[in-house]
């Protein structure tokens, strides 16, 4: 770790100085020219929150519900960061709206299963705080801002054979939001990652319907559903939005209700220290203090490419992230500068990603989908394609050396794949964009062998294993990785091809192969924190004033993942947890 800069009045990251950032170019950056009240400079509140994605604005939303006089200060032009940008799948065990669905979760279970995930990476009272208040935060939200949730039913943990863990899930999404709720602050909201099909409303959980739709009964009714969903909504006069725009939308109508202000376009410099405390923040405008303290909420450094070569391993970069662009680490060193120690630098949501051209493609479904592989350098399986998909990258970077290459690797498909699925947003049947073969992406033959040449690797290594695979296809087991033996496997698996949903033999000419590398989702290393989501010193004392919560801190997950909505549940948990310690219970 890098020595932390003692303290002093303002602490800036990578120890430069206010005036120098201020005075950057000769120009004073006034509140005018950021498009804000230049009135704001050296304002006072009691709490200044950093960030405004799910755990900012679920932090905000809490402390001003507590009484507290709170402001958000957001660097980028929009609200929401990486949570608008997302599934907004939300992994909080026990909540009230799991167990109205009827699930059978019981804190007992959910300890057990979340301590054989983490392990002994994440201190035991650290885990307990997030299961505790996970609940409390799912039903505060609710009654606190016009947000609902809905039940993901049937997203299996990610482990559930582990002890405590659920076949059918515990992960809960927004349910159908209206737009016009948020009046002109709607323009402000950050675009999703991939946009919605224009007249549906479509949830997470239909995703993996809606790609079967060309080959599963439920499949089609499902996208009948998002097609009546969208006219319905229309007739209304409403602007319906869902997933990771429907949870920023949500908390920002909580935010406008509660009277909290949200600055964009107003980034951290650093923090504003009085007699050891973190007592503000210093923006481009003046120092905005806080009285009680500072909630740091500013997402990861995915895309901040000298902490990425700093703390993550080779190679890896910023374009294969899908994390918003603005996360560049800001709050991180601006914490570490006054003193705060650093959990996990080294990890992120990692998954799967093709690297399309304009912008990559966090592969979920396809590769769990029957009739196809993942080969590495050699044209040789490596991993159970369907696993979670951080596993799949840890297994990449674990395995990956000079004389046996697994980044990058390929995802191998056949026509008949082709014929059936929903790939990314290309319905089945239709070619594939130019753009991707043009890009070095995506490539295609009429024979294994060739497409062997085509991507570098073996042909003859490429060709058994693909015969091997497709045996084990024929015969409902896949006895190298086991893809299939979970119920997680099967989520995004076709039902209708049997012995093992998740099999189906290569034998359809063409065949594809498309480059994977390993992309995130965002990192998931930052502040060290406790379980009242206070900032630590390595030495293990507090940081008086300073909390972190989300992708700013390390995560309560540590190197796993526990099930889908593993990043915004414990960021939502640890925002409303540091708002109600400042608030003093």
């Known amino acids: ?159 559930p054979e582990f002890p405590g863990g659920m076949p059918g899930g515990r992960s809960i999404e927004p349910d ?40 599963n009964p439920k499949g089609a009714e499902v996208s009948a559903a998002c097609l009546l969903r969208g006219t319905q909504a229309a007739l209304r006069g409403e602007k319906p939005l869902t997933m990771g725009q429907a949870l920023a939308a949500g908390l920002r109508a909580g935010l406008l209700a509660a009277g909290v202000p949200v600055w964009l376009n107003t980034p951290l410099l650093g923090l504003h220290v009085e007699g050891g405390r973190a007592a503000g923040v210093v923006t481009p405008a003046g120092v905005v203090r806080g009285r009680r ?69 966090f592969c979920l479904a396809e590769r769990t989908l029957p009739g196809c592989v993942i080969v590495n350098g050699a044209g040789r399986r490596f991993v159970n394609e369907a696993a979670p998909y951080s596993d799949v990258v840890h297994v990449m970077y674990d395995r990956n050396t000079p004389s046996d290459p697994h980044i990058p690797a390929w995802l191998i498909i056949d026509q008949q794949y082709r014929n059936k699925y929903l790939f990314k947003d290309i319905a089945p049947l239709l070619p594939f964009p130019d753009s991707w073969y043009d890009s070095g992406v995506l490539f295609r033959a009429p024979t294994i062998e060739q497409l062997a040449r085509k991507i570098g690797v073996p042909e003859a290594a490429l060709r058994a294993t693909v015969t091997r695979f497709n045996g084990f296809a024929l015969a409902g087991r896949d006895a190298d990785f086991h893809r299939g033996d979970s119920a997680y496997d099967h989520y995004y698996a076709d039902p209708y091809v049997r012995p093992n949903p998740c099999l189906a033999p290569l034998w359809l000419p063409p065949f594809y192969a498309f480059k ?31 909390y972190a919560a989300g992708n700013a801190s390390g995560a309560v997950m540590g190197h796993s993942y526990a099930g889908s909505g593993s990043t915004i549940g414990p960021a939502m948990t640890f925002g409303y947890v540091a708002a109600n310690d400042l608030a003093g219970g």
């Open 293 to 361: 303290g500072v909630i740091v909420a500013s997402g990861g450094f995915e895309h901040s490419a000298a902490m990425r070569a700093e703390f993550q391993r080779q190679p890896i970069g910023t374009s294969w992230t899908v994390g918003a662009k603005e996360n560049t680490g800001d709050g991180i060193e601006a914490g570490e500068q006054a003193g705060g120690a650093l959990d996990l630098m080294d990890d992120a949501w990692w998954g799967p990603v093709i690297p399309l051209p304009g912008e990559p493609y």
């Open 1 to 159: 770790m890098r020595p932390a800069t003692p303290a002093s009045d303002d602490l800036t990251p990578r120890g430069r100085s206010r005036r120098t950032l201020l005075l950057a170019g000769g120009i004073l950056v006034t509140g005018a020219a950021l498009g804000q009240d230049p009135a704001y400079a050296e304002a006072d509140y009691d709490v200044v929150v950093v960030g405004s994605g799910a755990a900012g604005m679920t932090a905000a939303l809490t402390a001003a519900k507590r009484g507290l006089s709170t402001v958000v200060l957001e660097k980028a032009p929009t609200f929401g960061g990486s949570a608008a940008r997302s599934g907004a799948g939300i992994w909080v065990p026990c909540n009230e709206v799991i167990l109205a669905a009827g699930v059978p979760d019981t804190p007992a279970k959910a300890a057990a299963y979340l301590a054989r995930v983490v392990g002994d990476t994440v201190p035991a009272a650290r885990q307990q705080a997030f299961l505790n208040a996970g609940p409390q935060m799912i039903s505060f939200v609710t009654r606190n801002s016009p947000l609902r949730f809905r039940f993901m039913e049937g997203y299996s943990d990610y482990y």
């Open 176 to 215: 159908q939001f209206d737009g016009n709720l948020l009046g002109p602050e709607l323009a402000r909201l950050n675009p999703p990652y991939m946009a919605t099909p224009a007249g549906m409303v479509v949830f997470s959980a239909d995703y993996k319907w809606l790609t079967l739709a060309l080959v």
């Open 516 to 546: 994977i590398v390993p992309g995130d989702l965002g990192t998931k290393g930052g502040l060290r924190t406790d379980a009242r989501a206070r900032v630590l010193r390595a030495d293990g004392s507090v940081i008086p004033g300073l």
